[in-house]
Nanobody
Framework: QVQLVASGGGLVQAGGSLRLSCAAS????????MGWFRQAPGKEREFVAT?????????DYADSVKGRFTISRDNAKNTAYLQMNSLKPDDTAVYYC???????????????WGQGTQVTVSS
């Protein structure tokens, strides 16, 4: 059983940056693909980014965040990160980290979820 704790959210002005962290425990972190998802008020949860199990592994991004967000992981620290630059008001959402075995960006296929961290971008 993997436990995930997301942190690093907050209030930032448009154009600013935040780095989210997702600390994992209770499993072998390097076995899991990590993903970030977000849910804005009144909207469905959507995929943001994912990274394959090894440090420096293959990444994939939603079109809406490509070139602005970077997902990474440090398997020695059992932690995944989401560096968010050039933030826009449309990025306002609760951000969730998630873990799964295998490949894919569909949220229902992720087995473990963090509690979410609020990101608010003011205009």
């Amino acid at each position: 059983q993997v436990q995930l704790v997301a942190s690093g959210g907050g209030l930032v002005q448009a154009g600013g940056s935040l780095r989210l962290s997702c600390a994992a425990s209770g499993g072998t972190f390097s076995n899991y693909r990590m993903g970030w998802f977000r849910q804005a008020p009144g909207k469905e949860r959507e995929f943001v980014a994912t990274i394959s199990p090894r440090s420096g592994g293959r990444t994939d991004y939603a079109d809406s965040v490509k070139g602005r967000f970077t997902i990474s992981r440090d398997n020695a620290k059992n932690t995944a990160y989401l560096q968010m630059n050039s933030l826009k008001p449309d990025d306002t959402a609760v951000y969730y980290c998630a873990a799964r075995i295998g490949v894919g960006n569909i949220d229902s296929e992720y087995d473990y979820w963090g509690q979410g961290t609020q990101v608010t971008v003011s205009s």
